[in-house]
């Protein structure tokens, strides 16, 4: 269950990160973020990244292997929403969000 | 070569790239198969019926085998089944220095398998060492993974909208642009995997490509290196002097109030039956990030405990980190899959590369009528390295299925069948015009994956549906991964045809504002 | 590089410096290791595992570094002065 809670993390920490840049904002809302956005966006996806680092440590060095591995394959998902369905990418974002969190009381509770 | 460093880093990265981009391929796509090595065995070997043993019952099975048939061995190697693989191990050196090896049913200690093939160790072994005698193959695949490492690095500072650039890939734009994103994202996002992969590649055979500092250090002794850096089983020179060896199991257990959440992973006896015998006992390579784990070592005469190694000083640690993340032995079933996935995006990597030249280059040559020498070579190679590998893996499966199983040298045949249809594909390629190649070999290959599955249940008592329905993992995932990758290389080839030649997609690009900008080739 | 006619003076110049980054490459590697192993003041498998480990960096480190220079002599003249600095030092290492 852990490791969902990372994987979806650093999916959604990815998310934000991308979509606190100026042109992928673009590409999925038509405008550019306003600058108050944009830091919340960035300051939420590193503050995600680090999140799941530390739940991957929690696991161990096997979760650290994982996490990085991980973090490949949440952006090579992110970069193929973008081309093929720009328009998923913030509704699966925040699913990404909800996931971690469900993943991670399911953890906390098992 | 250009003016300016980035300029001349750009181009060691392509023609760095270039050189070495077939043989990268090559390897990285049968590493990244033999990452499920145990499993292709398992695929391979239908036949195979393994009774599930404890782990005491096959020390006890491997002691009885050994001493029937290699008593006066100068060393025994037990690998004991594990859940991945049930087979039985064992590999003995004579006096003399041969070796000899057997697999067998831990249960009846007879041969478990009817068909003879190398199963996924062809491609494990085929991975570096390239079907070359010892030591070229090693040699060249250590020197190819140099070049990789330089190529990665020159492709770093050549692209220098790295961030910006991080999650950029725009399928509808023309061809050229398309694969430069393409090959972009792929090397960028999954960097730390490409960089690690490599350098720990490297590493692995640093034996025998660097010896340089263990030579200064230690002349000819480099059994001493061995002994100070700790880890190796020892093995004496046998005194002469005959002393009955203990038996294993006790002091297996012995060894494993050691690590009792793991298992054990290899015994190791050298010189059995002589006064100087050593009988180490090595903890299973799965239970930690490192090659190596915990072991003990008995002295084989007496039984008596001499030595426990488990605690590597940070060099060796290092090297040993770095050698258990390239074989990844340490990994669970999903992060077996994480890696095999990081495996075919680098293969993807590679392969968009080599796409990329030959599309660029083309596009240079498209008003002199015929392409030059240089430029047909490289599509002839490109062809035959991306779309015919995965034929000859097919060629390979299909043969595994479809040979008799009595076949005399059945597993060297299998292997010739991998290499004839690669070759086929490499003939093929030079005959035809480009575009036909890529779609007849990618065509093909999707066709030989898709019915892998079918072959399979045609010539074998198991079915993907029974293996799904019966959860057989292993079984059931073999043939779904077929699939996919058949609908891989189907999809690949639907994007190749001809409707979609470059002229036809300018035409097709909706003039939708692009916001990032351009980047300068 | 592709232009029609490559002369041969450039082609001379690109495979020397393949050979620089290939042969040189390595033997800076190579003396780096056996320099390392002497001066590092780690034990003697520790020295040799360190020293290994890290003459893999120092190769692409050097192949890369003789693509870089401007021109295919200077990368020579670089790598042999690297190489000879190498030896000395290891053999000082040695005779300590």
Redesign the interface.
């Known amino acids: 269950m852990i490791?969902l809670a990372v994987l979806f993390s650093s999916y959604a920490a990815?998310t934000a990160l991308?979509l606190g840049?100026?042109?992928?904002h673009?590409?999925v809302f038509g405008r550019a973020p306003a600058p108050g956005r944009k830091r919340l966006l960035r300051g939420a996806g590193w503050a995600l990244l680090l999140a799941s680092l530390l739940l991957a440590i929690a696991i161990g060095?096997?979760g650290v292997?994982?996490w990085?591995?991980?973090?490949?394959?949440s952006?090579?998902l992110?970069?193929?929403l973008?081309?093929?369905w720009p328009r998923r990418v913030a509704p699966l974002g925040w699913l990404g969000l909800a996931c971690a969190g469900l993943a991670l009381v399911a953890s906390v509770w098992s | 070569m250009k003016d300016g460093f980035r300029q001349r880093m750009a181009w060691l990265h392509t023609w760095a790239g270039l050189v070495a981009g077939w043989l990268l391929f090559a390897m990285f796509v049968t590493g990244t198969l033999a990452v499920f090595r145990p499993e292709i065995n398992q695929w391979m070997r239908p036949d195979q019926a393994v009774t599930r043993v404890s782990e005491g019952e096959a020390i006890d099975a491997a002691d009885r085998y050994l001493r029937q048939h290699a008593a006066d061995a100068a060393r025994w190697f037990i690998r004991l089944p594990n859940p991945r693989d049930g087979v039985l191990e064992m590999y003995w050196a004579t006096r003399d220095g041969e070796w000899h090896d057997a697999l067998l049913d831990p249960g009846t200690l007879r041969p478990s398998v009817q068909r003879a093939t190398l199963g996924g160790e062809f491609f494990y072994r085929f991975h570096f060492e390239l079907q070359m005698p010892y030591p070229w193959g090693r040699w060249l695949a250590s020197f190819a993974a140099m070049v990789m490492l330089v190529v990665l690095v020159s492709g770093i500072v050549t692209h220098r909208r790295f961030f910006k650039d991080f999650f950029t890939f725009r399928p509808r734009k023309a061809a050229q642009r398309a694969w430069l994103d393409a090959h972009n994202a792929l090397g960028v996002l999954a960097l730390p995997f490409h960089l690690v992969i490599t350098l720990s590649g490297v590493i692995t055979l640093m034996a025998l490509t660097m010896p340089a500092a263990l030579d200064a250090r230690y002349g000819a002794d480099s059994d001493a290196f061995y002994r100070e850096r700790g880890g190796e089983p020892p093995v004496l020179p046998r005194s002469g002097v005959d002393r009955p060896l203990p038996s294993l199991r006790p002091l297996a257990e012995a060894a494993r109030r050691h690590w009792p959440d793991s298992a054990i992973g290899t015994i190791v006896v050298g010189a059995p039956g002589d006064a100087n015998a050593r009988v180490t006992v090595l903890q299973a390579d799965n239970a930690q990030l490192r090659i190596r784990g915990a072991a003990v070592v008995f002295d084989g005469a007496t039984g008596r405990l001499l030595d426990v190694m488990n605690a590597p000083r940070a060099a060796a640690l290092t090297h040993d980190v770095l050698y258990g993340l390239h074989t990844a032995r340490f990994a669970g079933g999903g992060l077996r899959w994480l890696y095999f996935l990081c495996g075919v995006l680098g293969s993807l990597m590679i392969a968009s590369g080599l796409v990329l030249w030959a599309i660029k280059r083309r596009q240079r040559e498209t008003k002199a009528s015929r392409p030059t020498f240089g430029t047909r070579l490289v599509e002839v190679l490109n062809v035959a390295a991306v779309a015919g590998l995965p034929l000859a893996i097919a060629a390979f499966f299909w043969s595994n299925r479809l040979l008799p199983v009595g076949l005399a040298d059945r597993a060297q045949v299998e292997v010739w069948c991998f290499f004839g249809a690669w070759a086929l594909s490499g003939v093929h390629a030079a005959c035809a015009r480009p575009r036909t190649v890529w779609l007849v070999q990618l065509r093909l290959g999707a066709a030989a994956f898709a019915l892998l599955p079918l072959l399979s249940a045609l010539t074998t008592r198991q079915n993907l549906f029974q293996a799904i329905m019966r959860g057989q993992g292993v079984e059931a995932g073999f043939e779904l991964a077929a699939l996919a990758f058949a609908a891989m290389l189907a999809w690949s080839a639907h994007k190749l045809r001809p409707a979609r030649a470059p002229t036809a997609i300018a035409t097709r690009i909706e003039p939708a504002p692009r916001t990032l900008r351009e980047e300068a080739p | 590089m592709s232009a029609p006619a490559t002369p041969l003076l450039y082609r001379a110049s690109v495979l020397s410096r393949v050979l620089a980054a290939a042969v040189g490459g390595y033997a800076v590697a190579r003396g780096f290791a056996v320099c390392a192993a002497w001066w590092l003041p780690q034990s003697r498998s520790e020295a040799v595992l360190t020293a290994t480990l890290l003459a893999f960096v120092v190769y692409a480190t050097t192949a890369i570094w003789v693509f870089s220079v401007r021109r295919a002599w200077q990368a020579w003249v670089g790598v042999v002065l690297a190489c000879l600095v190498l030896a000395g030092l290891a053999a000082l290492g040695a005779s300590r």
Do not use: N, S
């Open positions: 490791q990815f991308c840049m100026d042109g992928h673009r590409e060095a096997q292997v994982a990085a591995v991980m973090l490949t394959l952006t090579v992110l970069v193929l973008l081309a093929y």
